[in-house]
């Protein structure tokens, strides 16, 4: 008897934390593939606004280090500068937009834009090397950036859906 009410104690200890574990499990899951469901527009917008100046204070300081680069006077420069000048229109449009709708999901495609063209720039700062100071602000801005493609589901920044 004492056998038969250990073996159903044991098992019934087992089933609750396998169940545990899976409850716990599919949580994490739930969260993740929602995230961007669950987040108020002032939370995006507050996402947007550092996208908006990470972006700002790139392209100044982007358009310095093209100067200084072997690429400086070539049509790649001029390419690269006007890529970076569409990134920061298309955040300013991201923004805009963004005020002047309802539901901050409405924005995906003006957020899908801003990340296909920092893709294209993210690439040629990975083929070119501009400096530390350059790199470690894309960076920034490539984080930033990233926040917005997991709130919005998109793929991140240089993903193979970008080029």
Request: glycine share 4%; hydrophobic share 35%.
């Amino acid at each position: 008897m004492r056998k038969l009410f250990s073996k159903i104690t044991l098992a019934t200890l087992a089933l609750t934390v396998v169940s545990i574990f899976a409850a716990d499990a599919s949580a994490q899951r739930t969260r993740r593939e929602t995230r961007g469901r669950m987040m108020t527009k002032a939370q995006v917008q507050t996402v947007i606004k550092r996208v908006e100046d990470r972006v700002d204070n790139f392209v100044s300081k982007y358009d310095k280090a093209l100067d200084r680069s072997r690429l400086d006077g070539s049509s790649r420069e001029n390419w690269l500068m006007n890529r970076a000048r569409d990134l920061e229109r298309a955040t300013d449009e991201l923004s805009s937009e963004f005020d002047r709708r309802d539901a901050w999901i409405e924005n995906k495609e003006e957020t899908r834009r801003c990340l296909n063209i920092a893709s294209d720039i993210d690439r040629n700062m990975r083929n070119y090397r501009f400096g530390s100071a350059a790199e470690s602000n894309w960076g920034r801005v490539r984080y930033e950036l990233n926040t917005l493609a997991d709130i919005y589901n998109l793929p991140r920044v240089g993903a193979a859906a970008y080029r």
